[in-house]
């Protein structure tokens, strides 16, 4: 990152060594050679204190850094939006294939295992809903480029808005039709098994 070369340019430019430097922001000269090397980086404490003593902004003492520091995050948001979606996929598939078996071999008892997939996948939906909002990502479009690590210009973004509602009724429409799709195939299915049965 650009911090460690800002730190070792500046305190160059006061003519302090790093035992000094690390005297004035109230850390060790380990820490200090750590921050020049990249090897950790300073708190907000130890920001606001450099800034101070190099005389110079936040902004232009962290300059690239911020840039660099919301990559980081969006990829973390993107991998972990991946992996939510695989396992939303999963555990709907499961829970609609399943709550039919279930129901009819275990009774009402069929219920409690179809609760517990029922209340992971929610919990997964939310987790999913919350990384949307809070990378202000809503319609298909939207999400796909996200996924990809792109972003809309702003023409696009405010047709997409546009959109969001109408997705979003269509999405749990479809959803809903889906469901009742595969619940009726699979009890075709076991209607079938159990005649042939007997």
Same mark, same amino acid.
């Given at each position: 990152?650009?911090?460690?070369?800002? $730190?070792?340019?500046?305190?160059?430019?006061l003519g302090f060594s790093q035992e000094?430097?690390?005297?004035?922001?109230?850390?060790?000269?380990? *820490?200090?050679?750590?921050?020049?090397n990249d090897k950790s980086y300073p708190d907000v404490k130890s920001l606001l204190l450099l800034s101070e003593v190099f005389h110079v902004s936040l902004d232009i003492l962290i300059k690239g850094d911020v840039e660099q520091m919301k990559q980081v995050i969006r990829q973390d948001d993107i /991998?972990?939006? /991946?992996?939510?979606?695989? $396992?939303? !996929?999963?555990?709907?598939?499961? #829970? !609609? !294939?399943?709550?039919?078996?279930?129901?009819e071999w275990l009774g009402l008892w069929g219920l409690l295992p179809f609760g517990v997939i029922w209340t992971a996948l929610m919990w997964v939906a939310f987790r999913l809903e919350k990384l949307k909002k809070e990378n202000d990502v809503q319609t298909y479009r939207e999400i796909t480029a996200f996924l990809e690590g792109k972003t809309l210009d #702003? *023409?696009?973004?405010?047709v997409e808005q546009g959109k969001r509602i109408y997705q979003k009724i269509l999405l749990a429409m479809g959803a809903g039709l889906l469901t009742l799709m595969i619940c009726a195939v699979v009890g075709v299915v076991i209607a079938l098994v159990q005649g042939l049965v007997k």
């Open positions: 990152m650009e911090l460690s070369k800002q $730190i070792r340019k500046y305190r160059k430019e000094v430097l690390a005297e004035r922001v109230f850390v060790s000269r380990q *820490t200090v050679s750590s921050w020049e /991998k972990q939006m /991946k992996r939510y979606s695989k $396992i939303y !996929v999963v555990l709907f598939v499961v #829970g !609609v !294939v399943s709550v039919v078996p279930l129901v #702003g *023409t696009d973004k405010q």
